[in-house]
Nanobody, 122 residues
Framework: QVQLIESGGGLVQAGGSLRLSCAAS????????RGWFRQFPGKEREFVAA????????RYADSVKGRFTISRDNAKNTVYLQMNSLKPEDTAVYYC???????????????WGQGTQVTVSS
């Protein structure tokens, strides 16, 4: 069983930055792709970013390109989401996820974290 635990959410002013972390434990290794999603109130969860097992391939939603950066530290089984130039419309619950490939984590993640709230004030 895989456990994913997000941290780093909070309240920040527009234009500010936050870094989310997602630590993995259990039956997961560095061969898994990892990703981040977010969910707005009353909406479906949407894809934000993904990173391959080796970290050499990344994918981003158009809405966050140039502002968010996904990275990973396989020695710590942790993936990060650096969020810069935050906007009020980035306010959401952010979830990390795993998948067998970068494409798979984008479309059909196999495990989810519990989520962390990010609130951007104007």
């Amino acid at each position: 069983q895989v456990q994913l635990i997000e941290s780093g959410g909070g309240l920040v002013q527009a234009g500010g930055s936050l870094r989310l972390s997602c630590a993995a434990s259990g039956r997961i290794g560095s061969s898994y792709a990892r990703g981040w999603f977010r969910q707005f109130p009353g909406k479906e969860r949407e894809f934000v970013a993904a990173i391959s097992a080796t970290g050499d391939t990344t994918r981003y939603a158009d809405s966050v390109k140039g502002r968010f950066t996904i990275s990973r530290d396989n020695a710590k089984n942790t993936v990060y989401l650096q969020m810069n130039s935050l906007k009020p419309e980035d306010t959401a619950v952010y979830y990390c996820a795993t998948g067998t490939t970068t494409l798979a984590v984008t479309t059909a993640p196999t495990s989810w974290g519990q989520g962390t709230q990010v609130t951007v004030s104007s």
